[in-house]
């Protein structure tokens, strides 16, 4: 039996699947891929029919704390995310593309509510996908410093946030010619995340609740 059932709305074979491998089969590669997991199969089947837009991007907050989301009544003004499993969409989304690993990187941060493009960096050289998602959430971060902004920063990368909050980074990639672009960068950045201070939260984009982050090159 399942532990979860995946609904997948938009995606190469729309459907309900019982694992993430066949989930996942279905969203990879495929633009603006909408799915999202449920504990039962009464659920899934129940959001399957329902359609993605009154379920997709509400990660597990009940159907009256999602039906919350959005614009307030009275005010017309968008209203914070209910429960910490929601999406909020007034912040930035990082990620990395690359062409091997190590290889040449490139990342950039987008408007999580419109997926519009608010910085780009690369393709660097040479370098690993876990330091070009660090590079990009303290990009991010300084970016969102200098507008004043007290948005919030997403990344799908465990490793790379975790950098970020030790204020270090651990790789193997070597120190030589051919990286140091992107050490000279990942340099710079520690400097700035040891000399500054923050109040952004950044947080993990739950990629099995929600579907690919906004800036995914697609590359998978």
């Known amino acids: 039996m399942a532990n979860k059932y995946y609904v997948v709305w938009d995606g190469h074979q729309p459907g309900i699947y019982g694992t993430w491998p066949a989930c996942q089969a279905q969203v990879n590669g495929y633009t603006d891929a909408k799915y999202k997991s449920y504990s039962t199969q009464a659920e899934a089947e129940q959001a399957y029919r329902e359609g993605w837009?009154?379920?997709?991007?509400k990660g597990k907050a009940s159907s009256?704390?999602?039906?919350?989301?959005g614009y307030a009544a009275?005010?017309?003004?968008?209203?914070?995310?209910?429960?910490?499993?929601?999406?909020d969409?007034?912040?930035i989304s990082v990620d990395v593309?690359?062409?091997?690993?190590?290889?040449?990187?490139e990342y950039?941060?987008?408007?999580?509510?419109?997926?519009?493009?608010?910085?780009?960096?690369?393709p660097i050289p040479n370098g690993t996908n876990?330091?070009?998602?660090f590079l990009a959430i303290v990009h991010a971060l300084a970016y969102l410093k200098q507008k004043g902004s007290s948005k919030t920063v997403y990344s799908d990368s465990r490793?790379?946030?975790?950098?970020?909050?030790?204020?270090?980074v651990a790789t193997t990639l070597a120190r030589n010619e051919s990286t140091a672009e992107i050490w000279t960068l990942v340099d710079r950045a520690l400097q700035w995340l040891r000399t500054n201070t923050y109040s952004n939260k950044v947080l993990k984009w739950e990629t099995e609740e929600w579907g690919e982050i906004k800036a995914d090159y697609g590359r998978k």
């Open 64 to 69: 009256a704390s999602s039906a919350s989301v």
């Open 159 to 168: 490793t790379a946030l975790k950098w970020v909050k030790q204020k270090e």
């Open 97 to 105: 593309g690359t062409r091997g690993n190590p290889g040449p990187v």
């Open 74 to 87: 009275k005010s017309g003004k968008p209203k914070k995310p209910a429960s910490a499993s929601e999406i």
């Open 108 to 122: 950039k941060g987008v408007d999580t509510q419109t997926g519009d493009v608010i910085f780009s960096q690369g």
């Open 53 to 57: 837009k009154k379920h997709w991007g």
């Open 89 to 91: 969409y007034d912040s």
């Open 130 to 133: 876990n330091l070009g998602e």
